[in-house]
């Protein structure tokens, strides 16, 4: 019972703090972390329009991300 309270709780504590060691993480306060929350927040404006071309869209977003030293944001986008 004991060793599985202790791997329970150590799975806990790496699920909780594994995220907070992304490369790029778009909820800091760097200007990396901003620049690619503008990244994203330009993504979705511009996937949002009637008329976009999406593989534009995507090309952009994949740029921008480029730009701000996170390619991996972009890595699912096709």
Do not use: W
């Not at 972390?33 to 008329?51: E, G, P, T, V, W």
């Amino acid at each position: 019972m004991k060793i599985r309270a202790i791997v329970t709780a150590a799975a806990l504590f790496a699920g909780m703090v594994g995220p907070s060691f992304a490369s790029c993480d778009v909820h800091g306060e760097d200007k990396q972390a901003l620049c690619a929350q503008k990244c994203d927040d330009s993504f979705i404006r511009d996937k949002m329009h009637y008329n976009s071309d999406l593989a534009k869209v995507s090309a952009e977003k994949k740029a921008c991300d480029e730009k701000c030293g996170c390619p991996q944001n972009s890595a699912d986008i096709k």
